[in-house]
């Protein structure tokens, strides 16, 4: 089992930076894989950005550039920074776990686990 905790959420206006943490417990943080997912209102999930255990890193296309995945093992937390937003990035921000796999996942059936989410407001 892996518990994930969002924070880091809030209104910030286009063109500024936020900094979302995923602060994680139970399973060994060093052992999954990690992702970041966002909903906007009336729209579906979709995927943001995702870490290997390798460290490696893959993002959607409207992010890249814009947007950093990374990890600290050390402090069990995921973090995702956000450069250069826009009112299209609105949305909740979800991480996501998944329990198998080495490699960066980009569909949300490939997670086990997720948090509660965290609301991120780009004001134009």
């Known amino acids: 089992q892996v518990q994930l905790v969002e924070s880091g959420g809030g209104l910030v206006q286009s063109g500024g930076s936020l900094r979302l943490s995923c602060a994680a417990s139970?399973?060994?943080?060093?052992?999954?894989?990690m992702g970041w997912f966002r909903q906007a209102p009336g729209k579906e999930r979709e995927f943001v950005a995702a870490t290997s255990l390798g460290m490696a890193t893959w993002y959607a296309d409207s992010v890249k550039g814009r947007f950093t995945i990374s990890r600290d093992n050390s402090r069990n937390t995921l973090y995702l920074q956000m450069s250069s937003l826009k009112p299209e990035d609105t949305g909740v921000y979800y991480c996501?776990?998944?329990?198998?796999?080495?490699?960066?996942?980009?569909?949300?059936?490939?997670?086990?686990?997720w948090g509660q989410g965290t609301q991120v407001t780009v004001s134009s």
């Open positions: 139970g399973r060994s943080f060093s052992t999954v894989t």
């Open positions: 996501a776990a998944a329990a198998t796999g080495w490699t960066a996942k980009r569909l949300q059936s490939e997670y086990d686990y």
